[in-house]
Nanobody, 116 residues
């Protein structure tokens, strides 16, 4: 299996920035698409940003222009740079990867709290 290690969450003031990282590890694995999801209290989990194996990106309308997803294939890592954060961005952020084995893998989440 693929294991995902997320980091970078924390408390940040409105207007601030955070950079989330997700490192994939395992044996004999290949990763195709990677994505970040988030789930706020009382809400459904939603897709925030995705990046394909070829580098094509997609963003939720709520984060366009503020968030940037990227990947470093050599490090098996995806990043989510989050700028101009607002309280509405407060959520648990989850990393998701689609593996070459045809399975989807999820991280356990990292909490982002935007508050003054």
């Amino acid at each position: 299996q693929v294991e995902l290690a997320e980091s970078g969450g924390g408390l940040v003031r409105p207007g601030g920035s955070l950079r989330l990282s997700c490192v994939a590890s395992g044996s004999r694995f290949r990763i195709y698409s990677m994505a970040w999801y988030r789930q706020a209290p009382g809400k459904e989990r939603e897709s925030v940003a995705t990046i394909s194996s070829g580098g094509t990106t997609n963003y939720a309308d709520s984060v366009k222009g503020r968030f940037t997803i990227s990947r470093d294939n050599g490090k098996h890592t995806t990043y989510l740079q989050m700028n101009s954060l607002t309280p509405e961005d407060t959520a648990v952020y989850y990393c998701r990867v689609w593996g070459g084995d045809g399975m989807v893998y999820w991280g356990k989440g990292t909490l982002v709290t935007v508050s003054s």
